[in-house]
């Protein structure tokens, strides 16, 4: 491949746009020795066993490319080194390349499979952090920035994070009101 600034003829100088050739592909061949070949039947007939066995169809898909996948990156490592063939070696990087996504494929079914935090939780959370961040509130101090929890559920809230031994009572205003702060 070639790339040529485009010459303006009238002028003799640069127009600022380039040429680009290409060149046609050269074929070349890599050849698949037989180790490399078993290592593959025995890498994709293990895979469809383990899916099989697993009674989870989420991922029969998935296990039945991995080995085609662990394939065309043996062939990629072989072909970017210039090798006239797939060396075991390749097929070696390949699985191992293939395992860590079938490793990342069951971290995201687990991860999906979570539930969500109930609303209780976030709840919490939030009053938590806006404790901490005013050094300690009331129940009214912390309704000012949380608008969807009246200061009587967020005062519940409270208390039952003080009793949880997330909070505890620090002082009481003149009216009566408790003042918590972080454990």
């Known amino acids: 491949m070639t790339i040529e600034d485009e010459i303006d003829f009238a002028t003799g100088r640069a127009t600022g746009k380039k040429t680009v050739n290409v060149l ?3 074929t070349v061949t890599v050849a698949l ?5 078993d290592r593959f ?3 994709h007939d293990g895979l469809l066993e383990i899916a099989a066995a697993s009674g989870n169809d989420d991922v029969d898909g998935n296990y039945g490319r991995f080995a085609e ?4 990156i043996a ?5 970017v ?3 006239s063939r797939i060396e075991l070696r390749h097929w070696t990087r390949a699985q191992q390349i293939t395992e860590r996504w079938r490793a990342g494929l069951h971290s995201l079914i687990e991860q ?3 539930p969500e935090p109930s609303a209780a939780v976030d709840n919490e959370e939030k009053i938590f952090e806006h404790v901490r961040k005013l050094g300690g509130a009331t ?3 912390v309704s000012r920035y949380i608008k969807h929890l009246s200061s009587g559920e967020i005062a519940q809230y409270m208390a039952s994070m003080a009793t949880a031994g997330r909070l505890k009572p620090d002082t009481t205003t003149r009216k009566g009101t408790l003042r918590y702060v972080i454990v």
């Open 112 to 114: 999906l499979s979570q």
């Open 69 to 72: 996948k662990a394939f065309r």
């Open 33 to 37: 020795p037989d180790e490399v070949c």
């Open 139 to 141: 129940a009214n101090e």
């Open 41 to 43: 039947y025995f890498y």
């Open 24 to 26: 046609p592909f050269e």
């Open 81 to 83: 080194e210039g090798a």
């Open 75 to 79: 062939l990629l490592l072989a072909s």
